[in-house]
C-alpha cells in the first residue's frame, strides 16, 4: 500500500540547466498537486492535474515551468534554465477520491549551484 | 482570495506538557486538513477535519466552520512532536480544489 512516491529525493543542478522532478500518486488516485516551500516558509501551490489535463495553474510561474500527467506514468513537474532562486522543496499531492483528502510525497529537494 | 492564519507562530514546550494551536481562515471553507512537518521535512497528515472533532491518540482536533476556526490539541507533549504545524483549507466552488496554507507554527518539545 504505496503512498505517494517522488524521485528523485535530492537534486542538484547549475544555473541553466533543466530539472524534471517526478510524482507517482497513491493507487487509485488520478488528482495530482504540485506545491512549493521556499526556505523557512510555507507551501504554495502550483499546479494541479488530473490524467491528460491540467485544472489548475494559477500558482505556477509563468516562465520554465511546466508540468504534465500522462495517461501512463508519472506526473512529471519541469523547470528550465534553473536559477539560484529555484532552490526549494518541490511536494506532490494527491487525492483521495472518496474523502477528497490530499496526501504528501517526501518532497524533492533542488539546489541550484 | 482566502487568508488562512496560524498562531502562535512559535511554541517551546516542556514535555508532557499540553498545548492548544490555532488556524483562523477568513472565508468558508470546503475541506481543512492539519499537517505535521517534522525536522527531516516529510508532511504528515495528521487530521481532514472540515468540521466538528476528531482524536487520534493524544492529539485531537476540532473546526468550527460558522466561526472560521480550528484548534489542534497536543496533550502530553513528547521530543518527537517538534516541528512544525501547518493548517491547509481549500475552499471556493469545488472541494478538490488547490489547499492553501497557513504560515505555520513551529513547536520545540524540550527534554
Known amino acids: 500500500n504505496a503512498g505517494v512516491m517522488q524521485n528523485p529525493r535530492h537534486l542538484v543542478r547549475r544555473r541553466g540547466q533543466e530539472a524534471r522532478l517526478r510524482c507517482s500518486p497513491m493507487?487509485?488516485?488520478?488528482?495530482v498537486y504540485w506545491y512549493r516551500q521556499l526556505p523557512e516558509e510555507g507551501l504554495k501551490f502550483m499546479v494541479y492535474l488530473q490524467k491528460e489535463n491540467i485544472i489548475d495553474e494559477s500558482g505556477m510561474p509563468k516562465e520554465r515551468f511546466s508540468a504534465e500527467f500522462p495517461k501512463e506514468g508519472p506526473s512529471i513537474l519541469r523547470i528550465q534554465q534553473v536559477v539560484r532562486g529555484d532552490s526549494a522543496a518541490y511536494f506532490c499531492?494527491?487525492?483521495?477520491?472518496?474523502?477528497?483528502?490530499?496526501?504528501f510525497g517526501p518532497g524533492t529537494r533542488l539546489t541550484v549551484t | 482570495g482566502i487568508q488562512v492564519e496560524q498562531s502562535p507562530p512559535d511554541l517551546i514546550l516542556q514535555e508532557g506538557a499540553n498545548s492548544t494551536l490555532r488556524c483562523n481562515f477568513s472565508d468558508s471553507v470546503n475541506n481543512l486538513q492539519w499537517f505535521h512537518q517534522n525536522p527531516w521535512g516529510q508532511l504528515i497528515n495528521l487530521f481532514y477535519?472540515?468540521?466538528g472533532t476528531k482524536q487520534n491518540g493524544r492529539l485531537s482536533a476540532t473546526t468550527v466552520a460558522t466561526e472560521r476556526y480550528s484548534l489542534l490539541y497536543i496533550s502530553s507533549s513528547q521530543t518527537t512532536d517538534s516541528g512544525v504545524y501547518f493548517c491547509?483549507?481549500?475552499?471556493?466552488?469545488?472541494?478538490?480544489?488547490?489547499?492553501?496554507f497557513g504560515q505555520g507554527t513551529t513547536l520545540q518539545v524540550k527534554p
Open positions: 499531492a494527491s487525492l483521495s477520491g472518496t474523502s477528497h483528502e490530499q496526501y
Open positions: 477535519i472540515p468540521s
Open positions: 491547509a483549507v481549500v475552499y471556493g466552488s469545488s472541494n478538490t480544489g488547490k489547499l492553501i
Open positions: 493507487k487509485g488516485h488520478s488528482h
